[in-house]
């Protein structure tokens, strides 16, 4: 009987090669896997992968007689620099962190939402459109600037001062305010704080009720610029007109208190162009968040009712003046408003209580 032996069948020359081949490639790329464990790979951080920012981007400096600026999306919350400046007009048509214009003199400047301060200094015969967080001035002649501001401004050894209410529209203006965190119901414009103030002088006033804004500051010139879409009508403005603190022109004062919801600000416009349509005028505006105990001080006898709509967000109340302003108030809101609450003042002998009491809130929470 015949006995079988397996043997391995030996690799024909060329596939000898080939197989030593293999194997030298496969010890060089084992021996380069162990050197690269070896060594340790350099992190990466999500700083090292932004765009590198160029200063020269957000500064301009040692102009004259030109006509400047950033389009909407060009600057997108960052820092801003305008100094030694003169006969220049200058426009920021977009949301920056803070900015602050030395040495400037005899420009026209716009300047987009800023979420926290602005700072002019050394800074003379400017004329000037401003919404931000802060603002404040040192060692300043005659600026004349239509202001939106959050919080009081403040002027320090500065004289000559004139401020306005913030005029101005464009359509990327809305949400460059939210980006900036600016409510468009928080401005005090009027309230200014003169810091440094002189015994029978006075450092600062009103600009004239009718100022024009085209007239202080030009729409730009430059064909770059043109392509902003600017309007300088009052009915337009995305900051409502207020009288703030000018004379108002009776003793009549009525409140309107709007609740956090998706139309709040809708409704609230509404209110303001049905209302000014009418001729009353519109004091002052303020959004605010509420707790219950500020209900109860603020709507009294009503509190019950609203307190439940205050963790839904902030409220926007509205004082508007006039004669029959109560009455005419609350006519609107039945009539245009009838399926939302709303406080309104309940007659002219509680309206002027309602409106210190929510005012003071208001100033209260913002000194916190």
Known sequence: MGCFFSRRRKPAQGGQQQQQ???????????????????EKAPQYSWDQRAKIDPKDYTF???KDETVGRLPGKVAGQQFVIQDCENCSIYIFD?????TIDDCVNCQIFLGPIKGSVFFRDCKDCKCIVACQQFRTR???KLEVFLCCATQPIIESSTGMKFGCFQYYYPELALQFKDAGLSIF???WSNIHDFTPVSGENNWGLLPENAVVQDYVPLPSSE??????ISTDATRSIIPITRGRRQKSSDESCLAVFFAGDYTTANARKLIDEMTGKGFQLVQTKEALMKAEDAHRVFQQCASEFIPLLDKGPVVALEFNGDGA?????SIINDVFSGTKVFVSESKASAAQDVDNFYNFADMQMGM
């Open 95 to 99: 949301h920056s962190a803070t900015i």
């Open 21 to 39: 081949q293999q194997q030298q490639q496969a010890a060089a790329g084992g021996a380069g896997q162990d050197a690269a464990a070896g060594e």
């Open 326 to 330: 109560v009455e005419g108030c609350r």
């Open 186 to 188: 928080n401005n005090t």
């Open 139 to 141: 060692d300043c002649r």
């Open 224 to 229: 770059e610029l043109k392509a902003v879409r």
């Open 61 to 63: 400096s040692g102009l």
